[in-house]
């Protein structure tokens, strides 16, 4: 019994010194730790100023790359420009050379006929595909409302076409770009003593240069262009289609009309 007494006291005492070393020990880690922060922290802004002066010194070297980097773009954009320019008058040089080169080409010999002369300048070939445009002229006596109007009418009918209304200056223009190496179309066209008459002409010219529909600006369609033609008929077997302005069946045609049936 008093050994087991003695060692308990043994143990205690040394409990008690364990507990007061650990207690030192935690002392002295706080007090070096607090020590070594200080130390870090009197270092960190003693070399505070020069750290921000490596900073703005690089921050300054960046702007300074970057403002070379876009002169350079600038440069760069600038030569591109330049080559652009030059090869445009280059291409250009070029087309006018082709382009009469092709005149040249389109020279009809001296001895050929009117009819020769017009299919030389105009070839015609029924297997290619039906041109998508619509002709229309216009004068002043057309509100510019009831011309939009009419316009809009065959174009939704004819999505995809290409529409052009013109007026009496344009069509003077077109036919005398278009025909001024055939004098004959030239001097026939100036010879018609009305406008009327040389919108009538020049209905039949357009569709020789490019081909379509031609349609007064007063009608208005009743069906889609590529319904005109019948399923049964093959579109390469027709070359114009003629569309009926006026069938007369009254007694009194005669002060109406100039001929009793009447085409476009």
Do not use: C
């Amino acid at each position: 019994m008093a050994k087991t007494t003695k060692r308990a006291s043994s143990f205690r005492r040394l409990m008690i010194f364990a507990i007061i070393a650990l207690i030192s020990l935690a002392f002295g880690v706080r007090y070096l730790f607090h020590n070594s922060n200080a130390t870090d922290l009197q270092k960190i802004l003693q070399n505070l100023p020069k750290e921000i002066s490596q900073s703005i010194n690089s921050a300054n070297n960046i702007q300074s790359s970057d403002s070379d980097l876009v002169q350079h773009f600038e440069s760069l954009a600038q030569e591109i420009r330049h080559q652009q320019e030059v090869q445009a008058k280059q291409f250009d040089k070029q087309r006018k050379i082709l382009e009469k080169k092709i005149q040249d080409l389109k020279q009809t010999p001296p001895e050929a006929t009117l009819r020769e002369r017009i299919a030389m300048t105009f070839p015609y070939d029924s297997h290619v595909k039906f041109p998508a445009f619509i002709w229309q002229t216009w004068s002043n006596d057309e509100g510019p409302e009831r011309v939009q109007d009419i316009k809009g009418m065959w174009e939704s009918k004819n999505p995809g076409f290409a529409h052009e209304v013109l007026n009496h200056d344009v069509i003077n223009a077109l036919v005398h770009h278009y025909f001024y190496s055939i004098p004959e179309i030239l001097e026939t066209y100036e010879a018609l003593p009305s406008i009327i008459l040389k919108i009538d002409f020049f209905k039949y010219l357009i569709l020789l240069v490019h081909g379509g529909v031609y349609a007064d600006i007063d009608t208005f369609p009743v069906q889609p262009i590529p319904n005109w033609i019948p399923e049964e008929l093959s579109p390469s077997d027709i070359g114009l289609i003629v569309g009926v302005e006026e069938d007369a069946q009254r007694a009194d045609w005669r002060t109406k009309y100039i001929r009793r049936l009447q085409f476009w």
